[in-house]
């Protein structure tokens, strides 16, 4: 881990209590919602032991590979090991699974037991993959149109690039936050960004869905 990768993840995560504490000043829950990968994991271990009233805290993902929940690919398994731990373990964590054979069969569970979460979001945090997915909103997917334009919460994803099906939040839910940051790592992904920023399609660079959103972006190389 880099210095400089660390002390971003620490400035988030002194970025993101703070926003969450805001918010608990005046509302009975605040709702904090992480996507996976390997860049916050420095992170979820900074914010996990922040003095915040974690017990009105809820917690889910923006996305999730179709997996079981002790799988090394599973978001789910990310947020326990890594997030829900120290004072954040009294967090209520919401993960994006059901005992469902596949996304498909598994959307309609997922979406009931998300619905109560304390929308819209205090913070939606998203990473970016090098081809400019967020979330799972991948560019070579058949579900990226519906994904980009359905005002459901969930869609089901299969994709060429990704070995796993995935179930995502959709565009219309992820933007139900008062806040939407994106975290993201390494040269590439900043080269990325900026063509996302000079106007390419958004079927092409996904990210691009969350451009026109005050989006706080925490990059190190
Ligand atoms: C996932 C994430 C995904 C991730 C990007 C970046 O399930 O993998 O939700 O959208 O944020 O792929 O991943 P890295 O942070 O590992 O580069």
């Known amino acids: ?3 400089a990768r660390q002390a971003l993840a620490e400035q988030l995560a002194e970025a993101v209590y703070q926003a969450l504490a805001d918010d608990l000043s005046h509302q009975k829950r605040a709702l904090l919602v992480v996507s996976g990968g390997s860049t916050p994991v420095p ?7 922040k003095p915040l009233e974690w017990a009105r805290v809820d917690i889910t993902l923006a996305d999730e590979r ?12 990310l947020v326990r090991d890594n997030l829900l731990q120290g004072p954040a373990a009294a967090a209520t964590f ?3 699974t059901s005992d469902a ?12 037991a998300t619905a109560g979460l304390a929308w819209p979001a205090s913070v939606v945090i998203l990473g970016m993959g090098g081809d400019g997915h967020t979330a799972s909103l991948f560019p070579d997917s058949q579900e ?3 994904a980009l334009s359905t005002d459901e919460p ?3 994803v299969r994709t060429p690039s990704q070995p796993q099906p995935r179930i995502t939040f959709s565009a219309d ?7 939407h940051i994106l975290h993201i790592t390494g040269d590439d992904k900043r080269a990325v960004l900026a063509n996302a920023m000079s106007g390419d399609d958004v079927r092409t660079l996904p990210i691009r869905a969350f451009l026109s959103c005050p989006l706080a972006i925490y990059w190190a190389p």
């Open 173 to 179: 839910r992820l933007h139900q936050a008062k806040r």
């Open 66 to 77: 179709w997996v079981d929940e002790q799988s090394s690919d599973s978001n789910a398994k």
């Open 94 to 96: 919401v993960p994006l």
């Open 1 to 3: 881990m880099s210095e």
């Open 154 to 156: 969930l869609v089901a």
């Open 43 to 49: 992170f979820f271990k900074a914010l996990a032991q």
């Open 144 to 146: 990226l149109g519906l």
């Open 101 to 112: 054979g596949t996304p498909e069969e598994g959307v309609a569970a997922v979406a009931e």
